[in-house]
T-cell receptor, first 108, second 115 residues
Framework: AQTVTQSQPEMSVQEAETVTLSCTYD???????LFWYKQPPSRQMILVIR??????QNATENRFSVNFQKAAKSFSLKISDSQLGDAAMYFC?????FGAGTRLTVKP | KAGVTQTPRYLIKTRGQQVTLSCSPI?????VSWYQQTPGQGLQFLFE???????NKGNFPGRFSGRQFSNSRSEMNVSTLELGDSALYLC??????????????FGEGSRLTVL
């Protein structure tokens, strides 16, 4: 069975600082995709970043980057230069399985 | 192009009733998946449909069912509603041949309250 665990229910960061959200997963597949999705308050879920497991290079999208450790089954999201608009629920996903989410607060 | 559309957006039901939620995917998308979102539980996968066939199923009781039509629109039904079914139900569509290979595009959700 595939499982996704996000152990940080809430995180807080100061505007312009860097924050890392953690995610671990379990799967017996050798090839799969990992995702981070963002759900702003009362708004639609959108994709933040995607990582293909067979690619060793960590994915990067502007201020968002991941640290993908395949052997450790770890997939963390780093947000650099945090902005007020980054405040949201962040969900880690493995294929169709999602974690419980991390609520990120950005302090001005 | 238009995004994923879910109807109704809000609904209130009483225990024992049944409910049907609708999801229209992005044009050209053939995969539709459904999720239940509750505080503390994150998103729990209900099922996925592709070309009118249920391809994957989560760990939910048989009261939760779904279907997909030839135009890729999907419906999910919950029968004999329980208080614990109160949640935000999200639908997502994908363009790939497998949900796992592509980005999911989510609707705004249908918020169900069971009294």
């Amino acid at each position: 069975a595939q499982t996704v665990t996000q152990s940080q229910p809430e995180m807080s960061v100061q505007e312009a600082e860097t924050v890392t959200l953690s995610c671990t997963y379990d799967t017996s597949e050798s090839d799969y995709y990992l995702f981070w999705y963002k759900q702003p308050p009362s708004r639609q879920m959108i994709l933040v970043i995607r990582q293909e497991a067979y690619k060793q290079q960590n994915a990067t999208e502007n201020r968002f980057s991941v640290n993908f450790q395949k052997a450790a089954k770890s997939f963390s999201l780093k947000i650099s230069d945090s902005q007020l608009g980054d405040a949201a629920m962040y969900f880690c996903a493995l294929d169709m399985r999602f974690g419980a989410g991390t609520r990120l607060t950005v302090k001005p | 192009k238009a995004g994923v559309t879910q109807t109704p957006r809000y609904l209130i039901k009483t225990r024992g009733q049944q409910v049907t939620l609708s999801c229209s995917p992005i044009s050209g998308h053939r995969s539709v998946s459904w999720y239940q979102q509750t505080p503390g539980q994150g998103l729990q996968f209900l099922f996925e449909y592709f070309s009118e066939t249920q391809r994957n199923k989560g760990n939910f009781p048989g009261r939760f069912s779904g279907r997909q039509f030839s135009n890729s629109r999907s419906e999910m039904n919950v029968s004999t509603l329980e208080l614990g079914d109160s949640a935000l139900y999200l639908c997502a569509s994908s363009s790939g041949t497998a949900v796992s290979t592509g980005e999911l595009f989510f609707g705004e959700g249908s918020r169900l309250t069971v009294l």
